[in-house]
């Protein structure tokens, strides 16, 4: 009985392991990506872009799948129109 409990302690101590690790890669590579992402909106040279790609630094050092897919939509849209963030009226 013993043994048994000592296997699944180790087992369960080794699945938490896993899990970490497989945790820190996915949130590496999400890492990865958002650098990417932003590395092409700061290629379109636009004073406004730079300006969200600062303040997307900042708010999401770690992002995750949400912001990630807000971001490609971002970069989707600034691309076809680099212009948009000028053209775009913020209310008062």
Aim: proline fraction near 3%; charged fraction near 25%; glycine fraction near 6%.
């Amino acid at each position: 009985m013993l043994r048994i409990s000592v296997l699944f302690v180790l087992a369960s101590c080794f699945l938490l392991g896993l899990e970490s690790y497989r945790g820190e890669q996915l949130q590496a590579h999400r890492s990865a990506e958002q650098r990417e992402l932003l590395a092409r909106l700061e290629s379109l040279g636009r004073a406004s872009v730079s300006q969200l790609v600062a303040d997307w630094r900042l708010a999401y050092g770690e992002p995750n799948e949400y912001q990630l897919e807000e971001l490609r939509g971002l970069v989707k849209q600034l691309q076809s129109d680099p212009g948009a963030l000028e053209s775009t009226q913020i209310p008062r």
